[in-house]
């Protein structure tokens, strides 16, 4: 063991001995000294960033000093941040007066914020690029004022991760704006902080630009000229931010939208037999929506109230229910109200919060009414239940579901995705899994398949279904589906759905074929 402390110990004095830190002196004279720590991101080298933070320090007010530290074989790993800041901290000439602000690009800007917060409350601001302040901060009291920047195109920090940091930071913020702002640049993707060649993992994921980088890297700069000149007390210069802020919040109310009807449990965490109130989310709004569309009434209405609870859970149990009948059958002046249960399910690696995988739902688990059980409520008598739920009805709310995501989705998001994206295809239920564990634990089927040449996804429900004349009482007249989110919808169109033929690893040729 000792002797393996020994070779690490090496290997970190090595990579200080190798580190080619980038230290940028003022370029501005008679100006108030400030100076930036920037934090590499994954197997970027510093001086990738050269040309982002020479733009920084013409457009800034102030005679900026700009550090980058290099670690070991560029890869950034907690234990040797500090070292690396301390490094060029020391390599700069600075006043003892010297406001040092802190920024970092993706991993760099993951690690940098728990860094300042464990050493360095007193920094007068930091700069999150293609990163963001992570869920975990965001009960506590979160003391460094902190500028969020990413990009629409972002295939690697993706834009729906920071369109929750908008929710929470800008739109329901407890904090002044000024203190923890967060932009959306549109056009702009991962790497356009950087320059150069991209490292492996960016080539394979990041998406296609549609800004240059040379308007990148003005764009940026100027944000974090602004954010600086603002937290040094110059807040006229907020104006910038504030001009970005409100765009920002126009590109994203798509996606807000999309994600409440989703009951988005990282907006608000679900109620789960909690009274409803203004911290919690009582209930799924889409699946308020689907039974609706289960039911196939044309006339009566249904009247829905859905609860979030884990669909596993038998004490006590949660199923749905109708309060009431009529006798007319389905006729304008007939009323049933009926409630539906729900559980959004997530990946279990978003709750790492990388901003890596998609972090709206993967299914929604939704117990329903079925369509015989809805129809004989309306006073319709004996219904064949073959007829009525027979067939996919679950596939029928999915593409209502994709159909709702496409209508409601940003203008120039829809215009890409139908040129360059891979759209989804609908296929047959699968089941009935009347054995409930079988219900529960098979998944939504999300599976890549090639039709005539086109790529597509093919969502799969798993259907429970029986009729309203069981052997099982307490089980009867039931349609459970696992159901597509309006909010994967959306995210498949802003992120995922581009990868096939928008990433940057496609030639100009292979995007424009589609």
């Not at 600086?228 to 409100?246: E, H, K, P, Y």
């Not at 608000?268 to 929506?289: H, R």
Request: proline share 6%; charged share 20%.
């Amino acid at each position: 063991m000792m002797l393996l402390h020994v070779h690490f110990i090496a290997l970190m004095l090595l990579g200080f001995a190798l580190a080619d830190d980038i230290i940028l002196k003022p370029v501005k004279e008679g100006k108030q000294e400030v100076a930036l720590v920037f934090i590499q991101g994954s197997q970027i080298k510093p001086d990738q960033y050269v040309p982002l933070v020479s733009k920084l320090q013409n457009v800034s007010e102030f005679s900026l000093w700009v550090g980058i530290p290099e670690y070991t074989a560029d890869l950034l790993v907690p234990i040797d941040l500090s070292g690396g800041i301390k490094r060029v901290l020391g390599e700069m000439q600075l006043k003892n007066t010297t406001r040092v602000f802190f920024a970092g690009h993706s991993l760099g800007g993951a690690l940098l914020q728990g860094y300042t917060y464990e050493h360095d409350q007193e920094a007068p601001g930091q700069i999150l690029l293609g990163s963001y302040l992570q869920r975990k901060y965001r009960n506590v009291t979160y003391p460094i004022p902190t500028l969020t920047v990413s990009g629409e195109l972002d295939g690697l920090c993706r834009v729906t991760r920071i369109m929750e940091a908008v929710y929470h930071q800008v739109i329901h913020g407890k904090s002044p704006n000024t203190s923890f702002p967060v932009v959306v640049v549109e056009g702009m993707n991962h790497f356009q902080v950087a320059s150069g060649e991209p490292p492996f993992l960016v080539m394979d994921r990041d998406l296609k630009p549609e800004i240059s980088e040379d308007v990148a890297h003005s764009t940026v700069a100027t944000l974090m000229a602004a954010f600086i000149a603002t937290r040094m007390g110059n807040l006229s210069r907020f104006d910038v931010i504030s001009a970005a802020m409100q765009k920002t919040k126009t590109f994203v109310q798509p996606l807000i939208k999309g994600y409440e009807m989703e009951g988005f449990y990282n907006f608000k965490p679900p109620c789960y037999g909690k009274p409803a109130g203004p911290n919690c989310t009582f209930g799924c709004p889409w699946s308020q929506m689907s039974q609706p569309i289960m039911g196939g009434l044309k006339n009566a209405k249904l009247v829905v109230t859905d609860a979030f609870h884990p669909v596993y859970q038998i004490n006590p149990v949660h199923l749905p229910h109708i309060y009431n009948n009529c006798t007319g059958g389905d006729i304008p002046s007939c009323k049933l109200n009926v409630t539906t249960v729900t559980q959004a399910v997530y990946q279990e690696v978003d709750k790492l919060d990388t901003g890596f995988v998609p972090t709206s739902a993967q299914e929604l688990r939704v117990k329903m009414k079925s369509r015989q059980a809805v129809m004989e409520a309306t006073g319709m008598g004996n219904v064949d239940f073959n007829k009525t739920d027979g067939g996919s009805l679950c596939k029928v709310i999915n593409q209502a579901s994709y159909d709702w995501g496409m209508n409601n989705i940003g203008s120039s998001t829809l215009t890409r995705f139908k040129k360059y994206g891979e759209p989804m295809i609908m296929g047959e239920d699968k089941g009935p899994y009347n054995i409930f564990p079988e219900w529960v634990l098979e998944e939504l089927k999300l599976e890549n398949i090639n039709s005539s040449g086109i790529q597509m996804l093919e969502v799969q429900s798993v259907m429970l279904r029986t009729p309203t004349k069981y052997f099982i009482e307490i089980s009867a007249g039931f349609h459970f589906c696992k159901l597509l989110s309006p909010a994967r919808v959306m995210e498949w169109a802003y992120v995922d759905g581009l990868r096939a033929h928008y990433s940057i690893n496609k030639t100009a040729n292979e995007c424009n074929k589609y």
